[in-house]
């Protein structure tokens, strides 16, 4: 089992910057890959973000792509989300996921792959 924490949620204004963290915990010796979603009221949980354990391998939603970077410190067993030039239909509740990969190059974008979720943290952008 493996827990996550996600932190670093808050309210920016538009064109701000917040880096959110998902920290890992439990068995974490696995190559786990892991992905950010997002999910604003009344709408589906979308993908934002994914990154292989390696870090060699990264993907983005069209929607976020040029703002947004995701990296890893594994030492840490920690992923990052730095959002940049941030915009109102960037607001959301951001939730991190892990799911165990064979290759340490692996990225998952749906959200049907991931088997370990955390609880999310609240970005909103005011205009």
């Known amino acids: 089992q493996v827990q996550l924490v996600e932190s670093g949620g808050g309210l920016v204004q538009a064109g701000g910057s917040l880096r959110l963290s998902c920290a890992a915990s439990?068995?974490?010796?696995?190559?786990?890959?892991t992905g950010w979603f997002r999910q604003a009221p009344a709408k589906e949980r979308e993908f934002v973000a994914a990154?292989?354990?390696?870090?060699?391998?990264?993907d983005y939603a069209a929607s976020v792509k040029g703002r947004f970077t995701i990296s890893r410190d594994n030492a840490k067993s920690t992923v990052y989300l730095q959002m940049n030039s941030l915009k109102p239909e960037d607001s959301a509740v951001y939730f991190c996921?892990?799911?165990?990969?064979?290759?340490?190059?692996?990225?998952?974008?749906?959200?049907?792959?991931?088997?370990?979720w955390g609880q999310g943290t609240q970005v909103t952008v005011s205009s």
């Open positions: 990154i292989s354990y390696n870090a060699r391998t990264t």
């Open positions: 996921a892990a799911e165990v990969a064979v290759l340490g190059t692996t990225t998952y974008s749906r959200a049907s792959r991931y088997s370990y």
């Open positions: 439990g068995r974490t010796g696995s190559t786990y890959a």
